[in-house]
């Protein structure tokens, strides 16, 4: 899943309800507060125990859990809706809207059995059938959901068929199926799915409320309109429901009582803050107005470190940076396919990432020399990462990129310049830290003499140009929305919404990008495990030796949560639960 829109620094002021916040002195608040930060956290308290104030991100690009790619957006979505399986304190897969589930001996069949009493936040029944209708629609093209490729486990349904995504209607209709009473789903898959009870806690999985999607839905906009804005039209089945969303602003979620766990929660409010500025976000949370705060100032973060309120969560995922595949970069250069992929592989090894995380990062993040990142399991046993695909020797890595680049004729190691001007401009969304690693990597690379310009563009819209391939080289990141590889390797393949590289997009380059396609194919129905692993291995090679994807570090999770709040907690997939949260 895309990483969230600040993951620790400053931006752009924008305006929140909550007191002090807007106000012109905010960044002088922020020194301030500095100063005595962790002094002022030890002797807060708080009177009002049921409403909780928390800052994510800023405005979110979708709130229809189908349509969600992002992790702060995820976030909302775990707290608002809920699946068949959800995750508890300990990370540990648990029941949710099921009671139980039973698994076939051969592993392709799963039957669950829903709760008695589920409903949705408007009272109306929610049944097996809610599932049905929701996994349906998630999967069609229409809807053209970004995740629609995690549909290729269930028979019928392949995502890069030429004739679209569901080529045996009969099939994938029969796939899962809710009794007569909506009592029992029965779902059937491909082959073996080792993570299959994880897709059941993933957002794009989540229920949706047929009856309040289906009356918004209009030939514009085909997922219905119902979930942008709060109100009436806005269903869900999670612990919280949205009561009101000042757009660019601030979101105010409350109790869910139609929850069938409603009796755990006892915190009735959620305030959330949007904006895209965190100095503002910290220095509300260090004035007591926000009680959890998913971003940290880098000016702030060495004093933030030394509070008892400060905690760095595990993470699996990479931050890295994109190169567009098909950009016209390479033409204006004069390099050929296997010219522009010597380019990539030589601009991979100017970025000095130690650098970035000692500086920027500053919470001791490690160098990524895979994509898919150190602690993820590989299926069948074991670690997945096997190799490194390059030095974290810095300056030995500028030696060689220095070759690299004489070697297709951009520069002259004699007379130490390029041979020719080399530009191009990176894009970001303007959270500070991404764009301070920006101008790290923009002074890394001029140091060779390459002038990169720096394109800063707000979360949603750039989302949205990164999407349609609009950029030349972009920043990127993605927390794994469960433990396997595949996560991290399906998201390329042609026909998948979050190929923000292009690979296969374009019919006359002459990399054959159906190959990979294939093995993502063959590694979903691979019935060997220790076979399966093996071909992701091969999957990540053939990925990696385009060097469009340029790992940059590790992923860890600082924020901060004030010391009376008990019973936040995250998993390793970023996801922040607040529906049993106290207040003591």
Known sequence: MKKKLVSMVLVASMAFGLAACGSSDAGEKSQAAGSDGADAAATSTKEDKTTLNIFMASEPDHLDPALNSAVDGGCLAVNSFEGLMRYNESGTLETACAESYTVSDDGLVYTFTMRDGLTWSNGDALDATDFVYSWKRAASPEVAADYSYLCDIFPGYDSAADNGPIVDTAAFDSAFVASDDGKTLTVTLKAVCPYFLDLCAFPFFFPVDEEVVEPTVTADNP??????????????????????????????????????????????TLNVMLT??????????????LDFVDSIPTAEMQTAMQSSEFVVADNLGTYYVGFNYNSDLYNKLGLDEEQAKVFRHALTLLIDRQYIIDNIGQTSQKIATTFIPEGCADGNGGEFKNKDYYSTDYEANVAEAKSLLESIGLYDTASDALTQTVAFTYLTNNSESNVRIAEAIQADLATVGIDMSIEQQEWATFLNTRKNGDFDIAREGWIMDYNDPINMLEMWTTSSGNNDCQFGKDDSKALDWGYYDNLISEIRTEADLAKRAELMHTAEDYLMDTWCVVPIYYYNDPYMVKDYVKGVYCTVEGMKYFYHATIQ
Request: charged content about 20%.
């Open 276 to 289: 895209s500025d965190d100095v503002a976000a910290y220095t509300a949370y260090q004035t007591g107005d």
């Open 223 to 268: 997922a219905g309109t119902w979930s942008l804005d709060a109100g009436d039209a806005f269903v869900s089945n999670g612990a919280y429901k949205l009561e009101s969303w000042n757009h660019d602003a601030d979101m105010t979620y409350v109790k869910n009582d139609s929850y069938w766990d409603a009796d755990s929660v006892s915190v009735t």
